[in-house]
């Protein structure tokens, strides 16, 4: 999966090894980056110039018209690698009205909000809704898609390490 990110070249490290996630607008142009470092202190931006009003980083397969809505490209890949029959998007940073949205909707996908299991994720959700209530929302059960994922990870190899039974790991 991220091989192929990488391939397609809406993936790729800068010259400081930081991870970049190329912003895709129409016609696939590029129209900005979300970077994550990757060192020993975490952090994130979005690259000088960038126009996330103008696009968006995605992951798909293939034709899918499931559409989640995630708040970084991190949580994208994180909600596509559990749930890979579906398009995940990032909107760099909680945004309930990005311009590009209702051209999505117009085109028909099953839309769902997948932003973090926070304050901030909850409030903006539900302005998402409260202005296209086509939209539902899929709330993590962790602070976001990311952690699920490492999570799912963890007890996957718990699991393959100890030969427990998954009502076991669920307890956990």
Known sequence: MIQSLINEGRLYADDRANAVFL????????????IRGTNHKPWHALAPG?????????????NSRKLVICESAIDAISYYALDPNCRALSTAGAHPNPPWLSNLINKGFKLFCGFDSDETGDT???RMITLYPSIKRLRPTHH???DMLKESLLKSNLNNRCNLPPTLLDNQ
């Open 124 to 126: 903006l959700a539900e």
């Open 50 to 62: 960038s126009r996330k009003d103008r696009g968006f980083f995605y992951i798909a397969h293939g």
């Open 144 to 146: 976001d898609w990311n």
């Open 23 to 34: 912003l895709l607008g129409k016609g696939n142009t590029v129209v900005g980056a979300e």
